[in-house]
């Protein structure tokens, strides 16, 4: 028993320099296995690599290491059978297992710890975490991508108003706008492929930030966990969380995209816009006004980047003026990331659900393409076709659209000698090119709206997402 007097340092896992029993308000203050207890899993995948390795490099005999493996693999039956007491006095998920491991199966267990800190074993947990969660997301904008390429395809052929500054713009295609947003969604996946490099690198074998002196096989814990190779620093291991904050402003990036996404279905689904109809599941009434039906999922997750945001700028903060190497700061990284995690999942997951059950009112929204001069631009384009300088131009349409609006009627209401009142060069084709179908097949520029382009955008996405098949 290494502490001294009457306390309950024995049971801490450090307990042998000091004499007086920690606080209970410190332990409650400095505890994490409230939050990181979430990590028991990789913990414990993490310890069965590291014994194993030890073993191999004769730390452990043979029967050591079956002896730790047996208790680990009991440890996790008990955690998610419920059976398994976590204690806020034994701090975090490293040593509420490890002093579980050795009341199990004794002195054994006390070996376990050789050549690791837990400075490098919480690093350790949380890229195996972080990377199985990088999967898990992937998968889920797998799911949301597939959600918008299905609407595509379902709408294929109907046009919108497209929109700058809110304001009608110019003609396109409903599945154009869909499409755009299974391009952001594309990048976000690719951007988490991306952080899963960094990420996927083994920081055990730093111990606590200068190396270990103990004959150990980093490369092979590498190989066991799966990590494409090991830490070049100790130093910059020890105190390192740029996966963490890297894996967070992803997050970010995506519930930014999901919030951009809710708030047109908060707008198309007002009674101003009747765009869309959200289905009736994913509505929600009021308690007052009995007309309501609220497009609360939407609003939700544009509330929720609040939350996702504030993640980002936690750890940042956090991480701001350490120095190096671990800090116990550090262990408020967690909550910050998990919290990012759910809320990310959550919102993935409901708004591909709900994109599935999403219905257009395809009719009011061509109604939509038919006033405001939405093809102002392509009578701009028809005179820049018939030699007419493109600034020149553009000053003939802005006054023949001041006219219109002094006439109170349309581009397409105007006779052809009104036209050519405006520039000679204006022929009987002019109508076809006024006209919203006209305008967009004629955007055929790469990634335009026009209906080729966006069959071959659609075509391609279902061919990569494996739909049709
Ligand atoms: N719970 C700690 C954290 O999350 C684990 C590492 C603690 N290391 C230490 N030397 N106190 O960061």
């Known amino acids: 028993m290494s502490s001294k ?44 690599a590291h014994a194993t390795m030890l073993a191999a490099n004769n730390l452990l005999t043979r029967d050591e290491l079956r002896s730790l493996i047996d208790g680990l693999s009991a440890i996790q039956k008990d955690i998610e059978e419920g059976d398994f007491l976590f204690k806020s006095e034994l701090e975090d998920i490293h040593m509420n297992i490890e002093k579980a491991l050795i009341d199990a199966i004794g002195p054994t267990g006390a070996k376990l710890h050789s050549a690791r800190s837990r400075n490098d074993q919480i690093s350790l947990d949380l890229r195996l975490y972080l990377r199985d969660q990088c999967d ?26 497209g929109y700058t500054h809110l304001q009608r713009a110019q003609p396109v295609l409903i599945a154009h706008h869909m499409m755009a947003y299974y391009e952001m969604f ?18 055990l074998g730093a111990a606590a930030m200068a190396g270990t002196g103990l004959p150990i096989d980093r490369e092979m814990v590498a190989d066991l966990l799966g990590f494409d190779a090991v830490t070049a620093n100790s130093m910059d291991t020890s105190g390192d969380r740029d996966f963490a904050m890297e894996f967070v402003s992803c997050c970010t990036m995506i519930q930014l995209h999901l ?15 009747s ?33 996702v945001v504030g993640s980002l700028m936690s750890l940042i903060t956090l991480m701001k003026g350490l120095p190096l190497t671990y800090n116990r700061d550090l262990q408020e990284d967690k909550e910050p990331v998990f919290d990012a995690v759910d809320t990310v999942s959550a919102s993935l997951a409901i708004m591909a659900e709900m994109l599935g059950n999403l219905k257009f009112n395809t009719e009011r929204m061509e109604d939509a393409t038919k006033t405001g001069f939405i093809t102002a631009t392509d009578l701009a384009d028809y005179l820049v076709m018939h030699n007419v300088p493109f600034r020149e131009a553009h000053g003939i349409v802005g006054r023949a659209v001041a006219a219109c609006i002094e006439k109170g009627c349309e581009l397409t209401d105007l006779s052809l000698e009104d ?23 004629s955007r055929k520029s790469t990634g335009g709206t026009a209906g080729m382009q966006v069959e071959k955008a659609v075509n391609s996405a279902e061919k990569k997402m494996g739909i049709g098949e």
């Open 5 to 48: 007097g009457n306390n309950n340092q024995s049971q801490k896992l450090w307990g042998g320099r000091f004499e007086e029993a920690t606080a209970a308000s410190v332990e409650a203050f400095t505890e994490s296995i409230s939050y990181d207890k979430r990590l028991y899993r990789y913990d414990i995948e993490g310890s069965k």
């Open 259 to 273: 919030s951009r996404l809710s708030e047109e279905l908060v707008l198309w689904s007002s009674q101003e816009f």
């Open 136 to 161: 898990r997301l992937m998968g889920l904008l797998d799911d949301t991508q597939r959600a918008f390429v299905v609407l595509a395809r379902k709408y294929m052929g109907k046009v919108m108003p």
């Open 419 to 441: 036209m050519r009142g405006f520039s000679p060069v204006i022929g009987h084709d002019i109508f076809e090119v006024l006209s919203v179908e006209g305008s967009v097949n």
């Open 186 to 203: 594309g990048r976000d996946k690719d951007r988490l492929a991306d952080c899963r490099k960094r990420i996927n690198v083994l920081p």
């Open 275 to 307: 765009f869309v109809q959200i289905a009736d599941k994913f509505c929600t009434g009021s308690s007052i006004m009995p007309q309501k039906k609220n497009p609360d999922i939407p609003e939700l997750i544009r509330g929720k980047s609040g939350r």
